[in-house]
């Protein structure tokens, strides 16, 4: 793997004791779930942390990309940037042999403490993102899941569940509660909101003490330009009144992230969305905005503490 040498000569301003500034008046935001690929060099993501009031990122890999690159990341900027081991593409839908093989080569890196989304049920998008069904019981998805449970990593799990059809719903809800019921001490994490309406989640959240919902594609600045049925958390720059009430029974249960995933979502489109999640925490109890914003996140991933 190529040395990245300037951030090597910029790392030493990340700092060792677990703290980055932030604007005053504003709270401290943790990034709990994005991807990068070729053409997002480390000094790009930290710059664009730093102006979105983002302190400490979760970063997984994905497209045509050392895998370890992540890892690299989080060796330069060990108080920003977590490793999450990455599982997606078509080694895993498809369980071709070096599947293990990259799992393994990623698992050997220490600076890899998280494990990124294991795509489950993934409608087609576009020309980008092909269809994906991958059952949680077959062999790919359980090395996956083992893996979180032996390393005490949150499982994030990738439902699109209002994508679905209704049996292909009604089934991968049964399998979704059926491994909550099986494991409920370890956390799971329902990345895009599983595409869940508010009574849907609210139904889960009563359910199972060990299910949250990484708010990822839940917003207008991401949703806007999409004609997939994201879940729709805002209205206005707020969040919306039947989430609100969701949100506000469970607070220790949503946890803050963006999820890029493309080159071109480190931009604008990221800033953009860090802005109004930070208007919208700030219209939320301290408590509650800095609960989601980043105290969850620090706690389920054991991540740097976050001092304002």
Same mark, same amino acid.
């Given at each position: 793997?190529? /040395? ?8 030493? &301003?990340?700092?060792?004791? +677990? ?43 994905? +497209? ?21 081991? %990455? ?13 293990? %093989? ?36 077959? =062999?790919?998805?359980?090395?996956? $899941? ?33 491994? *909550? ?6 956390? $799971? ?13 609210? %139904? ?8 949250? !919902? ?8 991401? /949703? ?6 994201? /879940?729709? *958390? !805002? ?22 992230? !963006?999820?890029?995933? $493309? ?21 939320? =109890? ?16 054991? &991540? ?5």
């Amino acid at each position: 793997m190529k /040395t990245i040498a300037v951030a090597a000569l910029l790392s030493v &301003l990340a700092g060792s004791a +677990g703290i980055h500034a932030v604007a005053a008046n504003s709270i401290p935001m943790v990034d709990a779930h994005s991807q990068i690929e070729p053409g997002v060099p480390v000094e790009k993501v930290i710059s664009l942390m730093d102006k979105a009031g983002i302190v400490h990122s979760i970063l997984a890999t994905r +497209g045509r990309i050392d895998h370890l690159t992540a890892a690299e990341y989080a060796r330069l900027y060990p108080d920003r940037i977590t490793a999450a081991v %990455r599982t997606k593409g078509r080694v895993f839908t498809e369980n071709k042999p070096n599947f293990r %093989r990259m799992l393994d080569v990623q698992l050997a890196a220490p600076e890899f403490r998280a494990m990124a989304e294991v795509i489950l049920w993934h409608a087609q998008k576009g020309t980008k993102a092909p269809e994906q069904v991958v059952a949680l019981a077959s =062999p790919q998805a359980q090395i996956a $899941f083992n893996t979180a449970l032996t390393r005490r990593w949150p499982f994030v799990p990738h439902y699109e569940f209002a994508a679905m059809g209704n049996a292909a719903r009604k089934q991968r809800m049964e399998e979704l509660e059926g491994a *909550l019921r099986a494991h409920p001490d370890h956390p $799971f994490a329902l990345i895009h909101m599983g595409q869940l309406r508010a009574d849907a989640a609210a %139904r889960l959240l009563d359910a199972h003490p060990n299910v949250h !919902f990484m708010v990822s594609h839940s917003n207008p600045v991401s /949703t806007r330009a999409s004609g997939q049925p994201w /879940t729709q *958390l !805002f209205e206005g720059e707020r969040i919306a009144p039947e989430w609100r009430a969701v949100i506000d029974n469970h607070p220790d249960r949503f946890i803050l992230n !963006f999820d890029n995933v $493309f080159a071109e979502h480190w931009g604008d489109f990221y800033l953009d969305q860090a802005k109004l999640w930070q208007r919208a925490l700030q219209d939320l =109890p301290p408590d509650i905005a800095n609960a989601i914003a980043h105290g969850n996140a620090v706690r389920l991933w054991k &991540l740097p503490q976050v001092v304002k």
